[in-house]
């Protein structure tokens, strides 16, 4: 649990110049002292023109915000995790059904948040985990569907990325779903807004640097949903995408909308080998 | 009475006599500072925890007194020495008029 501490210490006597908020490059994330995570690893096959090495959001933080991830006593993100929990056995709908009826504990889906997003047979398109949710909410509970990104959903999400974690991203890029990966890699590389910036311009081209006062991560979405000191809640992958386009200043999609489900499966499988983390820290 | 409030605590299950125990607390809160206006402009009510204290066999080890500036879901972590095997408990008093409690025992090998 210490590796941090050390580790600050030689990083700290590196530092040089521009690299000023990575304080901690070379350590080493492990949950409540038993879940390692992989925050560092060679770029899957399909990213190696453009990096050798996909690095987790996590790596980029401060001391502070990296160790608050270290405990779920200290990760303010769990508090919504453990509301979740209680949603999990609640029935709901008129079938009077919870999730724990089908899929009984928790814990029984890890490695579900992994593949996701990913194409679903019946429905005939990509589905992210916020979908495959509502799906099962709106056929087999009969209840309604949760907002995209809203706080039940999110909720959700985090309790099934948190029984995740430590399992590597494995996003599929081909078969009936890479029509849609395609297209996310298209938005992903198409510059937008008056400043004229693709998701790449940052976080292919520029991570590592800083934008005024703000440290440029690899923008992996390993770590969603994520809980963020700036707002004290978690935030979806598709309400973070809304916030980077925004900032491009450019008309940006809605969350839940085709652009942003296709981003967010190109963004995922750019992270294809990281551990889950969520519900993460950021800042 | 405010909505979702959960306490939590972390105390360490055992500790040797003489020993400086770290215990870590939070409880969700939506801690409304009082400070903001709802859309028709209305000042929307202060709502907070106003006080939290932790007891050690019945002797006060904190009592802390919060403001409207206090964040969302405080968290508060302090030291504390344990001579013999004993409960802490832990109490948070609303502005609503509600108590919450929680107690956690330590053993002392």
């Not at chain 1, 390692?36 to 060679?42: G, M, S, Y």
């Not at chain 1, 800083?210 to 809640?233: C, E, V």
Request: hydrophobic residues 35%; contains cysteine; charged residues 25%.
């Amino acid at each position: 649990m210490k590796t941090y501490g050390i580790a600050a210490i030689l990083a700290a006597s590196t530092m040089i110049g521009a690299n000023i908020a990575t304080a901690d490059e070379s350590a080493e994330l492990i949950v409540n002292g038993e879940i390692e995570i992989v925050t560092r690893t060679a770029a899957p096959a399909h990213l190696s023109d453009a990096l050798d090495e996909v690095i987790s959001g996590w790596v980029f933080r401060s001391d502070q915000t990296q160790e608050m991830q270290g405990d779920d006593f200290d990760n303010p993100g769990m508090i919504w995790v453990e509301a979740a929990e209680e949603a999990w056995s609640t029935p709901e709908g008129e079938k009077g059904k919870s999730c724990a009826d089908c899929h009984g504990d928790a814990e029984s889906m890890a490695g579900v948040k992994a593949t996701f997003p990913k194409w679903n047979d019946g429905a005939e398109k990509v589905y992210t985990l916020q979908m495959q949710m509502n799906d099962c909410r709106e056929n087999r509970m009969g209840a309604e569907a949760w907002g995209y990104d809203k706080s039940p959903a999110i909720n959700m999400e985090a309790l099934l990325s948190s029984v995740s974690r430590g399992m590597p991203v494995n996003v599929a890029i081909d078969g009936p779903g890479q029509a849609t990966w395609e297209k996310g890699k298209e938005l992903y590389y198409t510059r937008t807004g008056q400043l004229d910036l693709s998701c790449a311009s940052c976080h292919e081209e520029n991570y590592g640097n800083m934008i005024r006062a703000d440290h440029l991560s690899q923008g992996q979405i390993n770590g969603f949903p994520t809980y963020r000191l700036k707002n004290a809640k978690l935030n979806g992958v598709h309400s973070r995408f809304k916030g980077c386009v925004r900032d491009t200043r450019a008309q940006t999609y809605k969350p839940g909308s085709d652009e942003f489900i296709a981003l967010e499966m190109y963004v995922a499988s750019r992270g294809n080998g990281l551990s889950i983390e969520g519900p993460s820290v950021r800042n | 009475m405010a909505k979702g409030v959960k306490p939590r605590v972390k105390v360490p299950k055992s500790a040797s006599a003489g020993d400086v125990v770290t215990l870590k607390t939070l409880i969700s809160h939506k801690m409304e500072s009082g400070q903001r206006k709802d859309k028709d402009g209305n000042v929307i009510p202060r709502s907070i925890i106003h006080r939290f204290t932790c007891e050690f066999n019945g002797a006060m080890v904190v009592d802390v007194t919060m403001e409207s500036a206090i964040s969302t879901n405080p968290y508060f972590e302090f030291d504390a020495k344990v001579d013999a095997a004993g409960d802490f408990k832990f109490t948070w008093y609303d502005d609503d008029g509600s108590v919450y409690d929680t107690t956690k025992s330590i053993k002392v090998a």
